[in-house]
């Protein structure tokens, strides 16, 4: 079992960041993972690759109109 809080955003698309941000919080809520959304980032609470297949789906989404995307992950397995 694992839990990740990740954050992710594209870099250089300026102030408003929130057309991005809902693209990602769709495919967290269609992946069927725990998770929970907060004002800095979101934890999911898996498998390892249930968790990291969230977040790979979420990075490439970006990775489709963003050259630059910054991604912080901290990971609790237990």
């Known amino acids: ?13 300026g102030e408003s960041l929130s057309p991005y ?3 990602c919080t769709k495919i967290i809520r ?11 980032g979101t934890i999911l609470e898996g498998e390892w690759d249930e968790v990291f297949g969230v977040i790979r789906k ?5 990775r489709k109109d ?3 995307i910054s991604l912080t992950i901290k990971v609790d397995y237990r």
């Open 58 to 62: 979420c990075f490439e989404e970006l």
């Open 21 to 23: 941000v809902a693209r």
């Open 30 to 40: 269609e992946s069927g993972v725990k998770n929970e959304l907060h004002a800095m």
């Open 1 to 13: 079992m694992v839990m990740a809080e990740f954050s992710i955003f594209p870099v250089g698309k």
């Open 66 to 68: 963003c050259s630059r």
